[in-house]
C-alpha cells in the first residue's frame, strides 16, 4: 500500500514540553488504522498537526505525497482530511437533514446552491450520509433530540458530507453504551470497506479488538509499537506503558 499519509521527522513542542517527537508515521492508502497510547501521549496533537490546526515545530506532514504542513486549515480540509473531534458539535436547533445540509454547503460556491441540477445532487448526497450513518428515519428530528451517540454519528456525517480521502476520529466511542459502541464499529468497519482511509484514536482495547486492524501505539509522541491487534495485546513494552512503568 503507497502511503496517503506520512509524517516526517515531525516535532511539535509546547515551551519545554515535546508533545510530537520526531515522528515517522506513515497510512497506506485504503487503510483502517488504529492509534492508541495513555493519556499525553500526543494523540489528539497529531491529529492537531495533520489537519493544521497546530503548525509544527520542525519537520512536515506530507498528504497524498505532497506537504501540508504549511496549509491553512480550510485548505487540508478541501484536499480531502475529514476530522470528528471527540465532543460533538453538532447544531442543536437545526434539523439532522440540516446539519448535514450545513456541511455540503461550506463546500459550494454560494451561487452553485442556486442552480436546480446542483440542488437535486446535494439532496442525493445528504440522504446518501444520513443512509450511511442510520439516520434517515430521524432527519426531521432536531439536533438537540438525538441521544449522545445518534449525535457522534451526525458529526460523523458532517464529515462525510465533504467527501473525505482521509477520515480522523477521536475516540469516537467516548460516552457511548456497549450498544452504540457496536453500532458505532459496523459504521467504521463499513466506511473502511468503502477505500476510505481512516485514522482513529481510541481509549478502550475492547473497541480496537472489535475494529481489529493494525494499531500504532503512540507514547511520548513516538511510536513505541506497531503491529496487529494481538501483537500490540502481547507486547510487553505496551502492557507496561499502560500500567505507567514507562
Ligand atoms: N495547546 C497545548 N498547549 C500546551 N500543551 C499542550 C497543548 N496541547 C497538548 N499539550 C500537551 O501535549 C501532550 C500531548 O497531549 P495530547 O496530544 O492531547 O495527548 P493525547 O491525545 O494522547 O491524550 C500533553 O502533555 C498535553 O498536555
Ligand atoms: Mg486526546
Redesign the pocket.
Known amino acids: 500500500m503507497s502511503p496517503i499519509l506520512e509524517t516526517k521527522s515531525l516535532t511539535k513542542r ?2 519545554g ?1 515535546t ?1 510530537t517527537n520526531n515522528l515517522d508515521f506513515s497510512v497506506g492508502a485504503g487503510e483502517l488504522r488504529c492509534l492508541v ?10 491529529f ?1 498537526l495533520i489537519t493544521g490546526k ?1 503548525k509544527p515545530t520542525a519537520g512536515e506532514v506530507h498528504f497524498m505525497g505532497e506537504s501540508i504542513s504549511h496549509l491553512p486549515v480550510h485548505e487540508i480540509t478541501r484536499r480531502g482530511i475529514g476530522r470528528k473531534f471527540q465532543v460533538p458539535n453538532v447544531y442543536e436547533s437545526l434539523t439532522v437533514y440540516q446539519n448535514v445540509a450545513v456541511a455540503v454547503q461550506h463546500l459550494l460556491p454560494t451561487a452553485a446552491l442556486f442552480g436546480t441540477r446542483v440542488a437535486a445532487e446535494v439532496g442525493n448526497r445528504i440522504g446518501a450520509v444520513l443512509h450511511d450513518v442510520s439516520l434517515s428515519d430521524k432527519r426531521a428530528m432536531a439536533a438537540a433530540y438525538l441521544s449522545h451517540g445518534e449525535k457522534q454519528w451526525l458529526e460523523i456525517g458532517m464529515v462525510l458530507a465533504s467527501a473525505p480521502r482521509l477520515l480522523l476520529l477521536d475516540e469516537p466511542t467516548a460516552g457511548m453504551t456497549s450498544e452504540e459502541t457496536k453500532k458505532t464499529v459496523r459504521l467504521i468497519r463499513d466506511l473502511s470497506a468503502r477505500q476510505l482511509t481512516i485514522l482513529v ?1 481510541g481509549h478502550d482495547m475492547q473497541f480496537i479488538r472489535a475494529i481489529a486492524h493494525k494499531v500504532t501505539v ?1 507514547h511520548k ?1 513516538q511510536i513505541a509499537a506497531e503491529g496487529d491487534v494481538g501483537e500490540i495485546e502481547t507486547n510487553r513494552l505496551v502492557r507496561d506503558i499502560y500500567l505507567g512503568k514507562r
Request: proline share 5%; charged share 10%.
Open positions: 509546547f515551551g514540553l508533545a497510547g495513555p493519556n499525553g501521549a500526543g494523540k489528539t496533537t497529531l492537531n497546530e484514536i503512540l509522541g
